[in-house]
């Protein structure tokens, strides 16, 4: 009898492993109040790329002016927004792979840009500019966005290349976003000397977001 009991009792759990493992993998879908629902992008129009090009310049100095919903929409976009149907993004990505991960603090908290679906999710409450960097365009820009490399996804089939490929992708997401700042007219400059540690310190980041690059973003002075 007692055998019988604990036999029942296995066949008990072995039957409800599967439901706890997916229940423990699924990602919970973000609350309606930390979830920020960005306007869609423009994909037509605005200023050349010719003209941006020849015209994008490091700006540090900016006015206290806050950016629109619709310009922080079309920046987010611009550096790793989904561009078609198969989820391929703005910018270029080795194998398709987007190791990247895109946030952008304001006097309103700090956001991580979720790509599916276009929209922010509200990780803390607090302005952090000021103590993402010592550099005076940081903490002035009302605007600063932080590209991020998963390191450890990108380095499983090798490490140098590995490294090479999350480099290279922060470098094309960092241009998108400064040329698309240039054709919305607003200032902009890449911070790259910067403490990677003091940064992810300072926003909390998970293991999987290695800051590389600060971008402060505004209105000119």
Same mark, same amino acid.
Request: proline residues 6%.
């Given at each position: 009898?007692?055998?019988?009991?604990?036999?029942?009792?296995?066949?008990?759990?072995?039957?409800?492993?599967?439901?706890?493992?997916?229940?423990?993998?699924?990602?919970?879908?973000?609350?309606?109040?930390?979830?920020?629902?960005?306007?869609?992008?423009?994909?037509?129009?605005?200023?050349?790329?010719?003209?941006?090009?020849?015209?994008?310049?490091?700006?540090?100095?900016?006015?206290?002016?806050?950016?629109?919903?619709?310009?922080?929409?079309?920046?987010?976009?611009?550096?790793?927004?989904?561009?078609?149907?198969?989820?391929?993004?703005?910018?270029?990505?080795?194998?398709?792979?987007?190791?990247?991960?895109?946030?952008?603090?304001?006097?309103?908290?700090?956001?991580?840009?979720?790509?599916?679906?276009?929209?922010?999710?509200? %990780?803390?409450?607090?302005? !952090?500019? /000021? &103590?993402?960097?010592? +550099?005076?365009?940081?903490?002035? *820009?009302? $605007?600063?966005?932080?590209?991020?490399?998963?390191?450890?996804?990108?380095?499983?089939?090798?490490?140098?290349?590995? %490294?090479?490929?999350?480099? !290279?992708? /922060? &470098?094309?997401?960092? +241009?998108?976003?400064?040329?698309? *700042?240039? $054709?919305?007219?607003?200032?902009?400059?890449?911070?790259?000397?910067?403490?990677?540690?003091?940064?992810?310190?300072?926003?909390?980041?998970?293991?999987?977001?290695?800051?590389?690059?600060?971008?402060?973003?505004?209105?000119?002075?």
């Amino acid at each position: 009898m007692r055998k019988s009991h604990l036999l029942a009792v296995v066949v008990l759990i072995l039957a409800a492993a599967p439901a706890i493992t997916l229940e423990f993998n699924q990602q919970a879908e973000p609350k309606a109040a930390d979830r920020v629902d960005l306007p869609a992008p423009s994909r037509t129009g605005g200023m050349t790329l010719t003209d941006a090009l020849a015209t994008r310049r490091s700006v540090r100095s900016f006015a206290e002016s806050k950016l629109t919903q619709q310009e922080l929409s079309q920046l987010l976009w611009a550096a790793q927004g989904i561009s078609d149907d198969k989820g391929h993004r703005t910018a270029p990505s080795a194998r398709a792979q987007y190791f990247l991960h895109l946030y952008v603090t304001t006097a309103d908290g700090f956001f991580e840009y979720i790509p599916a679906g276009h929209k922010l999710l509200k %990780l803390s409450v607090k302005d !952090l500019r /000021a &103590g993402l960097s010592s +550099q005076p365009a940081v903490a002035a *820009a009302p $605007a600063v966005f932080v590209i991020a490399g998963d390191y450890d996804r990108a380095t499983q089939g090798g490490r140098e290349a590995g %490294l090479r490929w999350v480099h !290279l992708e /922060a &470098g094309h997401a960092a +241009q998108n976003l400064l040329l698309q *700042a240039t $054709a919305l007219r607003l200032a902009a400059v890449p911070v790259g000397g910067i403490q990677p540690e003091q940064v992810a310190q300072a926003a909390s980041l998970p293991p999987s977001s290695t800051p590389i690059y600060l971008i402060p973003v505004g209105h000119a002075k």
